[in-house]
């Protein structure tokens, strides 16, 4: 049978088997996809923004050493989810099995619309910044910068299309490269602290703000840096033996990330002076320069390279959801197929990198940060209360592995603080409007999926899709 014949044949009523995503992913391939997504840009990027707002050096390393805390104690969380509910699509999935389809479908609205597509423009950015740094004195140009972001954008979207191994080639090669120059800042630091370089550190908490609003955003800012800690629950059905290497996982990759970033952010301080830091558009890129002179360009390449393989990261679970969402009814049927001979969800990934491109055209870093973070935490408080509600009514579910109680009060309790703290002591607008937008979800859910407006016409689009894309429906990989 032809490809055509299997992708209009796989419309008609089970003509033809479901396809099914496959399992590839082991427990190297887990800790380089948490460890690889979270490494990126943020600790290359953030720290002079995480300075800025809390306004101390020594406020600044409790803030990053809190926000390790935070996304560790958060992932062992996610963790019960993801074995007590195997499925892939993350938050998605958990609000949709706790909390019903209009929920889910609001989250999966925002996580397509706005949290993806500003967490992978956001990484794009910051890798374009430090790829035409090096051919730059001064700021370089935003039009530059911004092609070169759509460019990687693009180059990515091909590789996930293409191949699930390839994928994860690019991410454990970036991981071992980001670690290696994450150790080369660390040694360095080590160095100037044993040479007596200890001035930065007097009196390190003078200066530190007590505006609730500014620890906020300080902690938004650090846990940019952290943002990939739940990356495993959007693509459980692809890693093998999900009850154990999903735990493992986490307790390997999270810790490891949190020591290299308070390392790496004492030694940039042993290095710079907290001003020269803050007026860094570049901190590695600086610190180069002044540690390793003419060889400052190597941290320019490695923080491109880190950048590069997060952005992979947040590719390839970011159109997991998408898939997991259509295969569920949220989203439109093409989303939720997979190529027939590649087995990877090229139809959500080419939706994903449509949308990124598009948010690219008006973002900046620094205002795409604070949005992302306030919708994630959002949605963060709102899986927890799923949890705390499966502990609670559900205790008699199988539970692979389990978590005390009070860790999920205590992450829950910290991502009310997170959402609330930056609009009352500091009111904006912006917030206003992406709560309404999370709401509107809401809005479209009762047209659009539940009375299925348009179908007629979503059809004909989809057989046209499948065939042009040789695409056919996936089943669930339980």
């Not at 927890?384 to 860790?407: A, D, Q």
Request: charged share 10%.
């Amino acid at each position: 049978m032809s490809d055509n014949n299997l992708c209009a044949t796989s419309l008609t009523a089970g003509q033809t088997q479901k396809l099914k995503l496959k399992r590839q992913v082991g427990l190297i391939g887990a800790v380089s996809l948490i460890a690889g997504t979270m490494i990126g840009s943020g600790i290359f990027m953030s720290p002079q923004f995480v300075l800025y707002n809390i306004g101390s050096p020594g406020a600044s390393l409790v803030i990053w050493a809190c926000c390790g805390v935070l996304a560790m104690l958060g992932s062992l969380c996610y963790a019960e989810l993801g074995t007590v509910i195997q499925e892939s699509g993350g938050e998605y999935i958990y609000f949709l099995r706790t909390l019903g389809k209009v929920v889910a479908f609001m989250f999966v609205f925002s996580f397509i619309i706005v949290m993806r597509p500003a967490s992978a423009t956001g990484i794009a950015l910051s890798f374009a910044e430090y790829v035409v740094a090096p051919f730059y004195g001064c700021t370089p140009p935003v039009l530059v910068v911004k092609c070169v972001a759509a460019g990687a954008i693009l180059l990515l979207a091909i590789v996930n299309c293409l191949n699930v191994r390839l994928a994860m080639f690019i991410q454990v090669v970036s991981m071992a490269i980001k670690i290696l120059a994450l150790a080369v800042i660390i040694i360095g630091g080590v160095v100037m602290l044993f040479k007596g370089h200890t001035e930065n550190f007097d009196n390190s908490f003078k200066g530190t703000t007590s505006s609730v609003s500014s620890i906020g955003i300080a902690f938004y800012q650090g846990l940019w840096s952290y943002d990939g800690w739940n990356t495993l629950n959007y693509i459980t059905e692809e890693l093998k033996h999900p009850e154990v290497n999903l735990p493992r996982a986490v307790l390997i990759a999270i810790p490891m990330v949190t020591m290299l970033y308070i390392l790496v952010n004492v030694s940039y301080l042993t290095v710079m002076t907290p001003a020269e830091l803050m007026s860094s558009s570049a901190v590695a890129v600086t610190w180069g320069n002044k540690v390793l002179g003419s060889w400052g360009w190597i941290m320019s390449v490695a923080a491109a390279i880190s950048a590069f393989g997060s952005l992979n990261g947040t590719f390839f679970s970011g159109g997991r959801v998408c898939f997991v969402a259509a295969r569920e009814g949220h989203m439109p049927d093409i989303l939720a197929m997979a190529h027939v001979h590649r087995l990877t969800p090229s139809p959500a990934l080419i939706f994903t990198t449509i949308v990124s491109l598009l948010v690219l055209i008006p973002g900046d870093f620094q205002t795409i940060v604070n949005f992302f973070s306030f919708t994630a935490w959002f949605f963060y408080a709102i899986t927890l209360s799923g949890l705390l509600y499966l502990k609670i009514k559900k205790p008699e579910l199988p539970r692979p592995y389990k978590v005390p109680i009070v860790i999920p009060i205590l992450v829950l309790i910290a991502a009310v603080f997170l959402v609330l703290a930056p609009i009352v002591d500091d009111p904006q607008i912006q917030y206003l409007y992406v709560t309404l937008f999370i709401f509107s979800g809401a809005i479209v859910y009762v047209p659009f999926i539940h009375y299925k407006l348009c179908p007629g016409l979503l059809k004909k689009f989809t057989v046209f899709m499948q065939l042009f894309l040789e695409v056919a429906p996936a089943d669930k990989n339980l």
